[in-house]
């Protein structure tokens, strides 16, 4: 008899393999990066593919802007004495209308280059704007003979004015002329206007805007009561921001009525001088067109959601690869301690790339074919090519078939967690329970640390 090399014990092969599986994660984190940076690339071709539709809007307005003459004080020092001075300077007057309503339809478009797809629309707006003086506007340090009238501006605010394509505005009654610019340093359109008929009455502004945009419309309400209806054919809406609509969603499309009153607001109707300035600059900056800007608490926000991001269904599977991996090498550990088959430290690492390069397919064809057919190529393609290669490592077709069968219920559990957001954890959790009590109960008797001498015959 001659003596060979002792085999490994358990506790050495268990070690060895959970260095493996720690190695493979580098390759898991780099398909991570893989995912983010084709998330990254297809963010990139949606906003080529918007680039010159208009981007995410946002509406704000009509404010009716009235100048007026106003005293201010300044103290200066001459010859060494503080000297009080009282000048007259032009300032504003800015009035939010008490009652405000807008039809809004969607048209939404689908809009294609190369593997990417984004959704944009075109928004048909019907809206009236009813604006009165208060009668306590002496209480503000204005008089009403100081207000120049006729010198007035209706303003209206828009995130992107490359998506405008018409609007018109009839205000007491007789067509105004539109121009660019919203005042307050934000983007969109004005009007001038005489003002004097709001002496006597309210005064309505009826308007009638068409623009173009993508993903998302918003409107910063900011009348005494705010009214707004949307309607589109689209069947997957998302509604965001500090104020939620009364909806009705079907296959066919929605349909949404926002109702908003200024208590609900927290500001006042009238802003005068650089309190005014001050609300226009602060709606500026709300109107910034940026795609992942949040919805703020002062936006009614309506977006034509994508029912399937494939980039975040991929990321979120590669999150379950070290399962799939566990699960794996766990039934090779197994016939390896209890069926005696040796399985070697590169048979390990071969298994485990071949599960690796599982995430790598899923990502390439969903991008082509769709999460759920692309899931289903990757993981019959990864099984295919780990069971044919089990019955030569595992020297028998009936183990290969174990590992087959493992792996298309590992796949096909993955599949319904990354479906169940909400029991994902719950069954993840469960799962691997199960799985640690299998491999507690089939190693009961297992004595990690002993090895064995094994012995052939001497020829």
């Known amino acids: 008899m001659t003596d060979v090399p002792r085999e490994r014990a358990a506790g050495v092969k268990l070690f060895l393999m959970l260095c493996v599986g720690f190695l493979l994660s580098i390759p898991l984190f780099t398909v991570w990066l893989l995912v983010y940076d084709r998330e990254q690339q297809s963010q990139t071709a949606l906003n080529s593919i918007a680039e010159g539709w208009g981007g995410p809007q946002i509406m704000s307005g009509p404010y009716l802007v009235i100048p007026f003459q106003g005293e201010t004080s300044e103290t200066v020092t001459e010859n060494g004495e503080q000297v009080t001075r009282t000048r007259r300077v032009w300032q ?31 928004a048909s707006n019907q809206g009236q704007a009813v604006f009165a003086l208060p009668d306590d506007l002496s209480r503000q340090g204005v008089e009403r003979e100081a207000l120049a009238f006729d010198r ?115 500001r ?29 608490d002062v936006e009614a926000r309506v977006g034509l959601f994508q029912p399937v991001d494939l980039y975040s269904q991929v990321d979120r599977s590669v999150k379950y690869g070290f399962l799939i991996i ?33 995430f790598v397919l899923l990502l390439a ?40 069968a493992l792996l298309i219920a590992l796949y096909a559990v993955m599949y319904v967690l990354l479906n169940l957001e909400t029991y994902s954890l719950l069954i993840g959790s469960l799962l691997l329970f199960a799985a640690l009590a299998a491999v507690m109960y089939v190693t009961r008797h297992l004595d990690w640390g002993d090895t064995r001498l094994v012995r052939k015959e001497a020829e």
């Not at 689908?110 to 944009?120: F, L």
């Not at 109707?269 to 001050?278: N, R, S, T, V, Y």
Request: charged share 15%.
């Open 92 to 122: 504003e007057l800015t009035l939010a209308p008490e009652q405000f309503s807008l039809e809004t339809e969607l048209v939404p478009e689908r809009r294609q280059r190369s593997i990417y797809e984004a959704v944009v629309y075109t």
């Open 152 to 266: 007035a501006e209706l303003r209206f605010g828009l995130a992107d004015m490359r998506g405008i394509q018409e609007a018109s505005i009839r205000f007491a009654g007789e067509d105004v002329a539109l121009q660019s610019g919203g005042g307050g340093g934000r983007t969109g359109f004005l009007a001038a206007v005489d003002a004097t008929p709001i002496l006597e009455t309210p005064v309505p502004a009826r308007f009638a805007i068409a623009f173009r945009g993508n993903q998302r419309l918003s409107l910063l309400p900011h009348a005494g009561e705010t009214g707004w209806r949307v309607t589109s054919s689209w069947p997957h809406p998302s509604f965001m921001g500090g104020f939620l609509p009364n909806s009705e969603i079907g296959d066919e499309g929605f349909s949404a009525t926002y109702n908003v009153t200024n208590l609900a607001l927290g």
């Open 268 to 296: 006042p109707l009238l802003f005068i001088g650089e309190q005014g300035q001050a609300m226009q600059g602060d709606m500026a900056r709300q109107i910034s067109p940026a795609i992942d800007m949040p919805a703020t």
């Open 326 to 358: 566990g699960f794996t090498f766990l039934a090779y550990l197994m016939f390896d301690l209890i069926a005696g088959v040796r399985v070697s430290t590169i048979e390990y690492l071969l298994v485990g790339a071949a599960l690796v390069l599982f």
């Open 365 to 404: 064809f969903a991008e082509v074919i769709g999460f759920t057919w692309a899931y289903i190529v990757a993981s019959l393609a990864t099984t295919g090519l780990n069971t044919a290669y089990s019955a030569a490592v595992l020297n028998s077709r009936s183990r290969a078939g174990f590992i087959g």
